[in-house]
């Protein structure tokens, strides 16, 4: 059975930081194409963040560029999003994804349940 599994999500305040990990298991994913996303209430789930499966290539939301960042640990099959200087507008539930293509936006294999972040004012 193909996991994904989120964890590291909280309540914190503004400023602070988080990690979030998403564990993978039940199959190989060498060659997937891995992301974040997140939606808040009320709006559309949007992709924060995503990372090739060699590392090369990372994408970020302009709403999160630079203050968040992406990485993978392929050993381990963990994924991990490092969010510095948090906002309260990053409330949201954090999803990991992962797509056989290289289009995260347009294709998603396989979903975690999703971990929620709150930050407080």
């Known amino acids: 059975q193909v996991q994904l599994v989120e964890s590291g999500g909280g309540l914190v305040q503004a400023g602070d930081s988080l990690r979030l990990s998403c564990a993978a298991s039940g199959r190989t994913f060498s060659g997937f194409r891995m992301g974040w996303f997140r939606q808040a209430p009320g709006k559309e789930r949007e992709l924060a963040a995503a990372?090739?499966?060699?590392?090369?290539?990372?994408y970020y939301a302009d709403s999160v560029k630079g203050r968040f960042t992406i990485s993978k640990d392929n050993a381990k099959n963990t994924v991990y999003l490092q969010m510095n200087s948090l906002k309260p507008e990053d409330t949201a539930v954090y999803y990991c994804?992962?797509?056989?293509?290289?289009?995260?936006?347009?294709?998603?294999?396989?979903w975690g349940q999703g971990t929620q972040v709150t930050v407080s004012s």
């Open positions: 994804a992962a797509s056989i293509t290289t289009a995260l936006t347009t294709r998603v294999d396989y």
């Open positions: 990372i090739s499966w060699t590392s090369s290539y990372t």
